[in-house]
């Protein structure tokens, strides 16, 4: 049976999300962001937590360790370079290695460049994609421990995923990035549909992810980087797409 997801908010703008094997009934939490939000989603599914499936160190996506494996006894997967920064990991991963959620297999990718360490999990099955804070709709993370070269290389690993992908990131930031990204293609017409979604949504309440990577291939800027017309928009017409990035990156940390 195909896998099953559950999203819910969490902190101030992150997002939890439940990833479930209705088969084995093992159900692993992508990063846990703080305890209660976690629970509370258990209880309304009643799902049995097996697994933490973290993708990088930052508190906000692992502050909920600890309580969740006491309480659980689940298995604490992470990534292999900065395992030494996150609490009670039992299993640590890296590029190309398998983590099994019951019959559900997901692969590693290693995404580094928002921390040096970052990985992101791929189910091709079903084709569910958990990048962390590497990728979100219509906008990336920010560059914190590794450089624009590493962020742009992790970006398009992602981007070579199926088009019809579903991922799912760490933050609701989606309308915040549209309004960044028409200062890039203000004339891009795929971006401006999604903006008018992206605003029904928002007004109705409803969470603007999973977005799927072909869609942002046509309108997150970020991945755009090596589009001629992108490089021209920000003045570095001929240059390596890595360098169109890390300007459009430096443009929104200003934003
Ligand atoms: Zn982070």
């Given at each position: 049976?195909?896998?099953?997801?559950y999203l819910f908010p969490c902190l101030k703008d992150n997002y939890g999300v439940l990833l479930h094997d209705p088969d084995s009934g093992a159900t692993a939490s992508i990063d846990a962001p703080e305890a209660t939000p976690v629970e509370a989603a258990l209880a309304k599914t009643g799902w049995?937590?097996?697994d933490i499936l973290v993708t990088h160190h930052h508190h906000d996506h692992t502050g909920?360790?600890?309580?969740l494996k006491q309480h659980h006894k689940c298995r604490v997967v992470a990534p292999r370079n900065e395992a030494q920064?996150?609490?009670d990991v039992d299993e640590k991963v890296g590029e190309g290695d398998m983590v099994r959620i019951g019959a559900l297999q997901g692969r590693v990718i290693d995404t580094p460049g928002h921390t040096a360490g970052h990985i992101s999990y791929f189910f091709p099955a079903d084709k569910l994609a958990f990048v962390g804070d590497t990728?979100?709709?219509?906008?990336?993370?920010?560059?914190?421990?590794?450089?624009?070269?590493?962020?742009?290389?992790?970006?398009?690993?992602?981007r070579n995923l199926p088009n019809d992908t579903k991922f799912y990131c760490g933050h609701e930031y989606t309308a915040a990035n549209i309004r960044f990204a028409k200062t890039i293609e203000a004339d891009n017409r795929p971006l401006a549909a999604r903006a008018e979604e992206?605003?029904?949504?928002?007004?109705?309440g409803k969470p603007t992810i999973p977005a799927t990577i072909g869609a942002e291939k046509a309108e997150n800027p970020?991945?755009?980087a090596d589009v001629p017309e992108v490089a021209e928009a920000?003045?570095?017409a001929g240059s390596p797409a890595w360098k169109v990035f890390a300007e459009i990156r430096e443009r929104k940390n200003r934003f």
């Open positions: 049976m195909p896998a099953q997801t049995r937590l097996t909920g360790i600890v309580a920064r996150i609490a990728l979100f709709s219509i906008g990336c993370g920010r560059v914190i421990e590794g450089n624009a070269e590493m962020m742009w290389q992790s970006l398009v690993k992602l992206v605003t029904r949504l928002v007004a109705a970020f991945l755009r920000v003045g570095l």
